[in-house]
């Protein structure tokens, strides 16, 4: 039975249709005009304990208000949802002790008190034990650091440190399923690294993740599961594995020769491939069909017939596969 | 009251003492009103009376109003306010908590941050200006009984104010609405024996008349202790009332909350 199963979920909302500048404004006062438009579009969405999903899409595409579904904030105008066999909106408190939710752009933290006293009270809002509270703590505290500013106030925390912090919070209470709306925007690459470990951890001790992110790296690295949403509707949802493997069909090698590269007579000499100028003049751009030659192959007839002076390989990121999701170019 | 409300509360009043500078000058604040009250209410009374009050009495309502101000404007009305506002709505549905109960508990733990200097505040005013005592120590108990009842007066008609936000999407407007009506109608401004009659009774069908009126009524021997029990028993009937009102309000609204942005 899946942890959390939605059915057809939509959710409409209604926005002030207002003309700009002062003759709209004393117009919406005296006549007031509503447009609906729907932010979540008939949503089917099934995750099973132990996955980790990721949930991307782009900006206004209705991922925080999935996030905000799921999490019982919202009540759905349409469809139904069910985590762990309950309504999290008519059952909100009971679905609250079992959920961990973090919001990257919204604090929990108490802003004019220290850290510590955020942990505190969530300690005695969801009844965790001294002995557990202690030694979650000391988990976060290895592997996010969080003793260095467990005594400082919320509101003198950098952006990374409060993120820390969040997280922790979020998780004090060892939640079954976790809900991360943006956790890693703003942060420097090393605190994103840090916390991607950290997920990446929960992920392999089995909590269940559902990871909202503009940032796909973090998807790469925590997630196994890609779910793409556009408009409020679903684009594709599946293994990120399978996602590469349906739609990176070509692989990129860049050579560096000894003199000019001669785009024209190599794009003859080795009709196979696609050949491109490089941003150097000895660079060149290579680049093939991976399910009709393996890397190997092409390495070794490239290397062997044009001794390159260097070499690199790349292959297209996931970040242009949902570029062109998100375009329209491509469908499931 | 359950671990959880007190730890609430306790936070509430720890974040209100957090700025001490802020919290210095509220008192000091407080006690200027006091002595400006004082000042032109001795002009105006003189050795006669007004209302039924004379001098005395008159000095004992006002540190009565002074000390139901400082408790009654001591919540954090902007800071629930500013949840509802900025989205942070949001994180507080994703507790275990009853919304509802937790902002209770939360508003009174900041009221109490406001007692020590409500009651310092007061006990220097009664040293120093020798107020009329309680018409007998029966009515100085039941004054202080009903003074408690400014805690759940003071959320209830604060959190129905505030819910406002999720239609106004503003609230200073509100706030200054709610402010003056609890200052005109509880007879913190003007003792309610100085007002027409026909306002005063209208002023008496409203929760704001017992945060300054009913303690000083009963302090003051004008009602008897039977009438003292009655108003006690409208403190705890409207306290009941905004409450279930709150709860009725928020249910019909989280239905339709909207919470825009990420």
């Known amino acids: ?101 973090l919001f990257g752009q919204r604090t929990q933290l108490w802003w004019d008190l220290p850290v510590e006293e955020s ?28 003793g260095e500013f467990m005594p400082a106030l919320a509101r003198t925390l950098s952006l990374g440190q409060r993120m820390r912090a969040d997280l922790a919070c979020a998780l004090i209470h060892d939640p079954k399923m976790v809900y991360l709306d943006e956790p890693t925007i703003g942060l ?17 001790d089995g909590t269940t993740l559902l990871l909202t992110s503009h940032d796909l790296a973090d998807i790469e690295e925590v997630c196994e599961r890609i779910v793409v949403i556009d408009k409020g509707a679903i684009a594709y949802d599946g293994p990120i594995r399978q996602l590469k493997a349906h739609y990176i069909t070509t692989k990129t090698v860049h050579l560096f020769l000894e003199g000019p590269a001669d785009v ?8 196979d491939y696609d050949w491109a100028a ?55 | 009251m359950a671990s959880v409300d007190v730890a609430l509360a306790t936070i509430s009043f720890k974040r209100k003492i957090a700025y001490k500078t802020t919290w210095v000058f509220s008192i000091l604040f407080g006690g200027w009103s006091l002595l400006a009250g004082l000042a032109v209410w001795n002009h105006l009374i003189g050795d006669g009376e007004l209302g039924g009050y004379d001098w005395p009495a008159m000095k004992a309502y006002l540190i009565i109003g002074f000390l139901t101000g400082t408790l009654a404007w001591a919540g954090s009305d902007w800071e629930m306010a500013n949840r509802i506002l900025d989205g942070l709505v949001a994180v507080d549905l994703t507790k275990p908590v009853d919304f509802q109960r937790a902002r209770a508990a939360e508003y009174m733990g900041g009221m109490t941050a406001s007692v020590p200097a409500a009651v310092l505040g007061t006990a220097a005013a009664v040293l120093i200006f020798q107020p009329a005592p309680p018409v007998s120590p029966l009515a100085g108990a039941l004054t202080a009984f009903s003074l408690l009842f400014i805690f759940p007066l003071a959320f209830g008609i604060s959190y129905l104010s505030i819910l406002t936000c999720f239609v106004t999407q503003r609230y200073l407007g509100i706030q200054w609405a709610k402010d003056s009506m609890v200052a005109f109608f509880s007879g913190m401004m003007v003792p309610l024996a100085l007002m027409p009659g026909w306002l005063q009774v209208l002023s008496w069908t409203m929760p704001f008349v017992h945060f300054t ?21 409208a403190e705890a009937a409207w306290a009941v009332g905004l409450w279930a009102a709150g709860r009725l309000i928020w249910g019909g609204l989280v239905k339709k909350v909207t919470i825009h942005g990420g």
Do not use: C, W
């Not at chain 1, 420097?188 to 392999?204: C, G, Q, T, W």
């Not at chain 1, 024209?264 to 009709?271: H, R």
């Not at chain 1, 991976?290 to 070794?300: C, D, I, K, P, W």
């Not at chain 2, 009126?213 to 028993?233: F, N």
């Open chain 1, 1 to 101: 039975m899946p942890i959390l199963e939605a059915r057809s979920l939509t959710k409409n909302f209604r926005r002030p249709d207002k003309a700009s500048g002062f003759k709209g404004a004393v117009t919406h006062l005296m006549q007031r005009k509503y447009k609906n438009y729907t932010a979540v579009n008939g949503i089917d969405l099934s995750i099973e304990a132990g996955e980790s999903v990721a949930y991307v899409g782009p900006n206004g595409a209705g991922k925080s208000t999935t996030v905000k579904l799921l999490t019982g904030i919202l009540k759905p105008s349409e469809g139904t949802v069910r985590v762990m066999g309950r309504d999290p909106h008519a059952e909100r408190i009971a679905n609250a002790h079992d959920i961990g939710v």
């Open chain 2, 213 to 233: 009126t009913t303690p000083a009524s009963i302090y003051l021997g004008r009602v008897d202790t039977a009438g003292a029990l009655g108003l006690i028993a």
């Open chain 1, 119 to 146: 942990l505190k009270l969530l300690k005695h809002m969801y009844g965790v034990s001294d002995a557990d509270y202690r030694a979650r703590i000391a988990r976060f505290d290895a592997l996010l650091d969080l």
């Open chain 1, 188 to 204: 420097d690459i090393s605190v994103k690294d840090r916390l991607r470990a950290f997920l990446r951890e929960m992920a392999d």
């Open chain 1, 278 to 332: 490089g941003e150097a003049p000895s660079e060149v751009v290579v680049t093939y069909e991976s399910n009709r030659f393996t890397t190997a192959e092409v390495l070794g007839s490239l290397t062997s017939r044009l001794a390159p002076r260097d070499l690199s390989l790349s292959e297209p990121s996931i970040e242009d596969v949902i570029r062109r999701l998100y375009a329209g170019e491509l469908t499931e």
């Open chain 1, 264 to 271: 024209p007579v190599l794009a003859e000499k080795f009709p």
